[in-house]
């Protein structure tokens, strides 16, 4: 099934101890960039965090944001530093003698001083906090996931309408072109007939002439290649797995494919038809950059 590159996952896991939420988002990129965004707390777990995702999802832009709440307080500490609330008080008091102001002050006021009051977190238990991160990420992980294959399946009916479409287009060419040779040696042997004024002319001349034409104009090889090129897309719209790079890949090819087709073209029937076959594949090519 494949997976789009845009999707949005949410999870959350806790115990006794700590609860953790995780929430996923990711759009279109030609790589696989992590966006991590995690509570400097539990900074220590980011670089686990980050290879655990990077094993299922493979390609986007993805932001991810990690909070937690911590239920069990005993391991924080709050400090209060009396010298430093005492240092305040007497500047105070000076600062209120010196320029005739009232120098009352409250308990509340001095805790709220720099440093008067501290609290000191002691280190988590890596291992304890990471099992719930596990968790909670796996749960945003699965929900993400099921987000991208369901705009997957969109996409995929999508392109596969497109490919209808081109190889459509295709077989446009295929069957137009004896008739533009065909055309030609018509053209050319009135033409040939009016310049010399005369209905005797030299028929071996006149098809050595339609062959040089037709070998300019042939296409056959290009259309048999872009056969081969919606073939193999289809094949492999039907994996499992990251297939954007791939399809990406065919699709330069079936552009090369169409540049040639119109270089060679100088019937207005055919341009017209090869820029067709561009319009389509730049169509298929915009909505393959969704896809993982």
């Known amino acids: 099934m494949i997976r789009s590159m845009t999707g949005y996952g949410f999870g959350e896991a806790g115990n006794e101890y700590i609860k953790i939420t995780v929430e996923i988002k990711a759009v279109n990129h030609k790589y696989n960039e992590f966006n991590i965004r995690i509570p400097r707390k539990l900074s220590f777990l980011e670089g686990r965090l980050r290879n655990s995702l990077k094993e299922r999802i493979l390609r986007g832009k993805v932001d991810v944001v990690l909070s937690y709440e911590i239920f069990d307080d005993s391991e924080a500490e709050i400090n209060y530093h009396e010298n430093i ?28 001083f720099p440093e008067v009051i501290t609290l000191t977190d002691n280190a988590l238990d890596e291992d304890r906090v990471w099992s719930v991160v596990e968790e909670a990420s796996g749960k945003a992980v699965d929900a993400f996931i099921v987000s991208r294959e369901r705009e997957g399946e969109d996409l995929k009916a999508d392109l596969l309408s497109k490919l209808e479409n081109l190889l459509a287009t295709v077989e446009k060419i295929s ?25 005797t002319i030299d028929e071996s001349r006149i098809l050595t002439e339609v062959a040089i034409y037709a070998d300019k104009i042939c296409v056959d090889e290009e259309m048999v290649r872009l056969k081969s090129h919606i073939r193999k897309m289809e ?22 494919e169409a540049n040639t087709t119109l270089s ?13 076959l561009k319009t389509e594949i730049e169509k298929l090519r915009e909505q393959i950059q969704n896809i993982e």
Request: zero cysteines; proline letters at 1%.
């Open 85 to 112: 609330a005492k240092a305040y008080v007497e500047t105070i008091g000076r600062i209120a003698e010196r320029f005739g102001v009232s120098g009352n002050v409250d308990a509340l006021a001095i805790s709220r």
């Open 175 to 199: 069957v137009l072109e004896p008739s533009i040779i065909s055309d030609y040696q018509a053209k050319l042997t009135e033409k040939v007939k009016t310049l010399l004024s005369d209905t």
């Open 235 to 256: 094949e492999e719209l039907s994996k499992e797995g990251s297939i954007g790079r791939k399809l990406d890949f065919i699709a330069q090819e079936m552009n090369r």
């Open 264 to 276: 060679k073209s100088d019937d207005l029937v055919l341009v017209d038809l090869g820029i067709e």
